[in-house]
């Protein structure tokens, strides 16, 4: 029987959901694992119908959240996810080929010592003669090893043999 007074309605509801709070989460996540296709396709076209109205609010977003966007981001790259993300990514961006960036970006991290003349490699925020440097092949994109400045510099893989 439903309360005629919406006030007391809304109230009842309100409280309903509170006390019944995993019984709701666990119904709408079975929900949309049940009908996850629906669902992505009503997306899909919700987003079609509404594209230019959709794009226009992030840009109003945006435009009124630049600062907090860019803390957001600022602190992002400072987690190992943001560090590692970025990394890969300079690393894409400058030509290096790989079937597996995650296993790549782990040796890169493992290696101590630099794979040519074995000083102790250190992570600057400046580089240094023993900054750690993932070497690579300009033409083909082929990672030739983990290398000090020092000694990618000198471009040590041309001569040796």
């Known amino acids: 029987m439903p309360l005629k ?3 007391k309605q809304r109230e009842y509801q309100r409280k309903y959901r509170q006390k019944h709070k995993e019984k709701l989460a666990e119904y709408q996540k079975e ?3 049940k009908h996850k296709e629906k669902l992505a396709e009503f997306q899909k076209d919700y987003y079609e119908k509404n594209k230019d109205k959709i794009l226009e609010k992030r840009k109003e977003y945006h435009e009124k959240n ?4 860019a803390d957001q981001i600022r602190e992002y790259r400072q987690t190992p996810q943001g560090r590692k993300k970025n990394r890969i990514g300079n690393w894409k961006h400058i030509g290096i ?3 597996d960036y995650d296993a790549l970006y782990e040796r890169y991290l493992e290696t101590e010592n630099c794979e040519f003349c074995g000083v102790a490699l250190t992570e600057d925020k400046r580089n240094t003669s023993t900054t750690r440097c993932l070497d690579h092949d300009h033409e083909s994109g082929e990672v030739r090893g983990v290398l000090c400045q020092s000694c990618n510099v000198k471009d040590v893989f041309l001569f040796k043999d």
């Not at 630049?66 to 966007?69: A, E, F, H, T, V």
């Open 66 to 69: 630049k600062d907090k966007i």
């Open 5 to 7: 007074d919406p006030e």
């Open 31 to 33: 929900y949309h694992q």
């Open 97 to 99: 080929l790989s079937e």
